[in-house]
């Protein structure tokens, strides 16, 4: 297997692009991830993307942003993988420039969900569950994350409010990040305060619908410095699965897939957990961020939340996480977001984070969830 | 990079599935083509499909099918490439395998396309052109396809009457193979006489709304032995793309995609285009497999037709298509259609085409396309 590396990131800001399209939103981000690799045409692009289909009527994406990149000719491919996909489509990409099929893949995460109304875009998300046996029930992605989070806060003994860190510190990083959606900083007041979604949910638990396009450069290492002075090499790449319901689940509060893929990641990588210096996790909810920290193994089961309260996660913590502002204020465009963290984790690695920058970090994770954790995708990055 | 076979197949019928659902469908192909391998569990299942989210409801799939089929836990991704999606998850699979990402993955195409309205099918189908430019002005798949028969009639001098082999070909080998959808034998008169959907399209020159999964298992090449007496070589694999519309092509008879992923394929395998025994090329309408034999290099500019009049592609002529039916008569389930068609040609190249085998083949050819023809991804399998 070829070692392969980033040698070139580009992105959109996040936000609601009432007069941009899809394919322009697309474009932008391949053109800046080509500019910032000092490459011409790549020979392969694949995209990340979970509904095109749905939200904007538009299938053949890979091809239609190939087209449009001014790259007609050249390997096109859609990558899905629900929430995951901007995280699948690295792996893919990966995949394709180890094996030697390709020297130069645009890995792009996109994502524009403010094309049709709100009602659609809640079924499209419902999409990532089980059609027949969970979203037939009318259940959204809000509501089973709600069951999770009261079954969490009542095993281990949780008040809504205790899960505030996770949402303050996404805001605070946020504000130093001029390509993120929401650059207020939140108080923990504001939190306890904000409107009910799903109950324990409330809108400052979740990350907002939008639109946005994020994109990396792969080549091989041994090609990179040609290209750039700061390559950053994937260390791990890895994807799991688990059931995609949550009801034949041993435990809804064990999420097998992010352990699964984050441990086949530091395998492959040859490191420790505690080796990493910085994270990006799948915040879309509160409840996510808990878990997941559990399932990556920096906090014991039932410790996750108590991790952030000891501002353990704070750009000074043992383990910064969101520090760009995460899917919760940086935004969440579904297939895009896993795109962005491997973005946020290059430019961490290269020095360029400007006020967030992790001090002398040299390892970083990135991790990207879809589904009710069903499945998940792990990157780890180092210099 | 590593060396592909693929150590094992298998299929569903294809049809109106009115009672089976989409999981079945793809967990039935899955756990055939394991069978046939006599593998327990692969490392990663790769699917291929354009409009589960649309059609079904569903995303995820590939977490879906993995769940289902009792391999929660592995790797899992969709792969959407339009029509062409059935061919883009083998050559997903095939990078997956070649890099020694893992040994062992199933590439299986899976498309239901039955449960929704026709309407709402055309419509989902009318994703593969652009959204915004072609697909706006209610254009159908049909419609576009009927433009350039109708160019390539004029331009040519043929009559609608003389696309009629291919149609006859294709339901002539159908009888035989009991997995199709049509295996009733058709005349010239049958065609002459159909009902006409876009002139100069009729229903006979038009495959069919259907379900159906198919499914593939590739493994390193220097492993394949321990699994089957019987492996078969992926000796060329390769994707390429078109504008996605077709009002900026220099010429709109010319399938650029088609040539340029055969052309790469051909150059992998180091082969010429006259050595290839038999081929499954996307039939989807009767002027695909003129103008994708042409841009194959087996028939001239114009030649397509003809080449088809002169008795080439029957099973005992120079170049077989459509072997067991090809999407016109075995079906089109449209994510599906790719996977079938490898599947077609390991079973001829393995000996096991029944009354349809090609005698003494050793190298055959799959081509699946997609949009107008915007996709193709082309494979050459050997023994």
Same mark, same amino acid.
């Given at each position: 297997?070829?070692?392969?590396?980033?040698?070139?990131?580009?992105?959109?800001?996040?936000?609601?692009?009432?007069?941009?399209?899809?394919?322009?939103?697309?474009?932008?981000?391949?053109?800046?991830?080509? /500019?910032?690799?000092?490459?011409?045409?790549?020979?392969?692009?694949?995209?990340?993307?979970?509904?095109?289909?749905? =939200?904007?009527?538009?299938?053949?994406?890979?091809?239609?942003?190939?087209?449009?990149?001014?790259?007609?000719?050249?390997?096109?491919?859609?990558?899905?993988?629900? #929430?995951?996909?901007?995280?699948?489509?690295?792996?893919?990409?990966?995949?394709?420039?180890?094996?030697?099929?390709?020297?130069?893949? &645009?890995?792009?995460?996109?994502?524009? $969900?403010?094309?049709?109304?709100?009602?659609?875009?809640?079924?499209?998300?419902?999409?990532?569950?089980?059609?027949?046996?969970?979203?037939?029930?009318?259940?959204?992605?809000?509501?089973?994350?709600?069951? +999770?989070?009261?079954?969490?806060?009542?095993?281990?003994?949780?008040?809504?409010?205790?899960?505030?860190?996770?949402?303050?510190?996404?805001?605070?990083? /946020?504000?130093?990040?001029?390509?993120?959606?929401?650059?207020?900083?939140?108080?923990?007041?504001?939190?306890?305060?904000?409107?009910?979604?799903?109950?324990?949910?409330?809108?400052?638990?979740?990350?907002?619908?939008?639109?946005?396009?994020?994109?990396? &450069?792969?080549?091989?290492?041994?090609?990179?410095?040609?290209?750039?002075?700061?390559?950053?090499?994937?260390?791990?790449?890895?994807?799991?699965?688990?059931?995609?319901?949550?009801?034949?689940?041993?435990?809804?509060?064990?999420?097998?897939?992010?352990?699964?893929?984050?441990?086949?990641?530091?395998?492959?990588?040859?490191?420790?957990?505690?080796?990493?210096?910085?994270?990006?996790?799948?915040?879309?909810?509160?409840?996510?961020?808990? +878990?997941?920290?559990?399932?990556?193994?920096?906090?014991?089961?039932?410790?996750?939340?108590?991790?952030?309260?000891?501002?353990?996660?704070? =750009?000074?913590?043992?383990?910064?996480?969101?520090?760009?502002?995460?899917?919760?204020?940086?935004?969440?465009?579904?297939?895009?977001?896993?795109?962005?963290?491997?973005?946020?984790? &290059?430019?961490?690695?290269?020095?360029?984070?400007?006020?967030?920058?992790?001090?002398? #970090?040299?390892?970083?994770?990135?991790?990207?969830?879809?589904? $009710?954790?069903?499945?998940?995708?792990?990157?780890?990055?180092?210099?």
């Amino acid at each position: 297997m070829r070692d392969v590396s980033i040698i070139g990131v580009g992105q959109t800001p996040v936000g609601e692009h009432w007069n941009r399209s899809l394919r322009e939103l697309g474009v932008e981000a391949v053109h800046a991830a080509l /500019a910032d690799a000092s490459l011409d045409r790549p020979q392969a692009l694949f995209v990340g993307n979970m509904l095109s289909g749905e =939200l904007c009527g538009q299938e053949n994406l890979a091809t239609l942003v190939a087209d449009f990149a001014g790259f007609p000719g050249i390997e096109a491919l859609k990558i899905e993988a629900a #929430c995951a996909s901007g995280g699948a489509v690295v792996r893919a990409a990966h995949m394709a420039v180890a094996s030697g099929a390709h020297d130069f893949v &645009v890995a792009l995460g996109l994502e524009k $969900m403010t094309d049709l109304a709100i009602d659609g875009v809640t079924a499209g998300l419902a999409t990532a569950a089980d059609a027949d046996y969970e979203a037939a029930h009318g259940v959204t992605f809000t509501a089973l994350n709600a069951l +999770l989070m009261r079954l969490y806060m009542e095993r281990y003994g949780y008040k809504r409010e205790d899960f505030a860190p996770f949402v303050i510190t996404a805001h605070e990083n /946020a504000v130093n990040n001029s390509w993120a959606m929401f650059r207020d900083p939140i108080t923990a007041e504001d939190f306890a305060h904000s409107a009910m979604v799903a109950e324990p949910i409330s809108i400052l638990d979740s990350s907002p619908i939008c639109d946005g396009a994020a994109a990396v &450069v792969l080549c091989p290492t041994e090609q990179a410095r040609a290209f750039t002075d700061q390559p950053v090499r994937i260390l791990g790449s890895a994807t799991a699965t688990d059931t995609i319901g949550l009801g034949p689940r041993r435990d809804p509060l064990r999420f097998e897939a992010v352990y699964a893929s984050a441990h086949r990641a530091y395998q492959q990588a040859g490191i420790r957990p505690e080796d990493i210096d910085f994270a990006e996790l799948h915040d879309a909810f509160t409840i996510v961020s808990a +878990l997941s920290l559990e399932s990556i193994c920096f906090a014991a089961r039932g410790q996750g939340v108590r991790f952030a309260q000891e501002g353990n996660i704070t =750009l000074q913590g043992k383990l910064p996480l969101a520090t760009q502002g995460g899917l919760k204020a940086r935004g969440h465009p579904v297939g895009a977001s896993g795109t962005y963290q491997i973005v946020e984790v &290059v430019d961490q690695l290269r020095g360029r984070a400007g006020a967030n920058q992790v001090p002398n #970090c040299s390892l970083g994770l990135a991790q990207s969830v879809g589904g $009710m954790a069903s499945v998940a995708v792990t990157h780890i990055l180092g210099n």
